[in-house]
DNA sequence: CGCCAGGTGGGAT
DNA sequence: ATCCCACATGGC
């Protein structure tokens, strides 16, 4: 039990028992975060409201943030939106009439600008074309710039699809615990949790994945960084890597 | 100062 | 398949 075990190994079981444990110790984490007023004011959390995002604005909001967050702390992504909402742009047809200079300017503070910029625009037109209809996964896969963890907050997060993100945070700690190899395909990792809870109904998953997710990302900061804090870790009995690493 | 943050695409091997 | 790099800001 000195290599990695394979992702397929990982038990549906502890995957449910994780979870109780995380949401018993943090509770609602009331991702994604978005501003419940719709003027200028800061993305907020909403614990326990599952009823957001509440209208197509909100939704592009959330979209917007998926894209501008790669890679970057919220804390940057979130200066861009708000750039964005000062300057009356954060809609899907006045974002494409502005030049791509004006564009990018704005949303600086998130890094990657020139990249962002047209990653923007080309999901921009993509969402006006769509209409209302929640977008097929391979849809988005195939606009430049949106992969797969993109992919699947913009459905958990934006459209309140049941899909489940890994992030490198869900991989740190999922590895760490089940002695799994960090390396392991995004599509395993994301079937093992679509397995897990494969018998609840749609809704019930939906807020269960926006949670779980949430909840790695609390655990990875809190105790399960890049260097571990173990000591304190409330998931230190059951973890491979504190027991046996 | 160096490292890191809610990734992705593209090119070389 | 798997590695490596560019992309870039600002917090800590």
């Given at each position: ?8 190994d ?51 909001e ?13 804390k ?12 009356r ?45 929640i ?61 897990a ?37 409330i998931?230190k ?9």
């Open positions: 039990m000195s290599s990695p075990e394979s992702v397929y990982l038990p549906i079981d502890k995957i449910r028992y994780l979870y109780n444990v995380l949401f018993k110790e943090h509770g609602h984490q009331g991702w994604w975060p978005v501003s419940l007023n719709s003027d200028n004011s800061k993305a907020e959390y909403h614990p326990g409201d599952y009823d957001i995002p509440k209208n197509s604005f909100q939704l592009f959330v979209c917007t943030g998926a894209i501008l967050t790669q890679n970057t702390s919220w940057q992504a979130s200066k861009a939106i708000l750039n964005l909402k000062k300057e742009v954060m809609d899907p047809g006045i974002l494409i009439s502005l030049t791509p200079e004006r564009l990018s300017s704005l949303i600086k503070p998130s890094g990657f600008f020139n990249r962002k910029e047209k990653i923007l625009r080309i999901f921009a037109e993509f969402f006006l074309g769509n209409g209302k209809a977008p097929k996964r391979e849809d988005l896969l195939s606009l430049f710039g949106i992969g797969k963890e993109t992919a699947d907050s913009i459905l958990l997060y934006g459209y309140k699809s049941p899909v489940f993100v890994i992030d490198s945070y869900t991989k740190r700690i999922l590895s760490r615990i089940f002695n799994l190899s960090l390396s392991a395909e995004y599509d395993l990792w994301r079937e093992k949790f679509h397995d809870f494969r018998r609840e109904p749609g809704r019930v998953k939906t807020s269960l994945f926006n949670e779980y997710h949430a909840l790695f990302v609390r655990h990875a900061k809190n105790s399960c960084r890049k260097n571990p804090v173990c000591e304190s870790c998931l009995e059951i973890c491979y890597h504190r027991n046996y690493g």
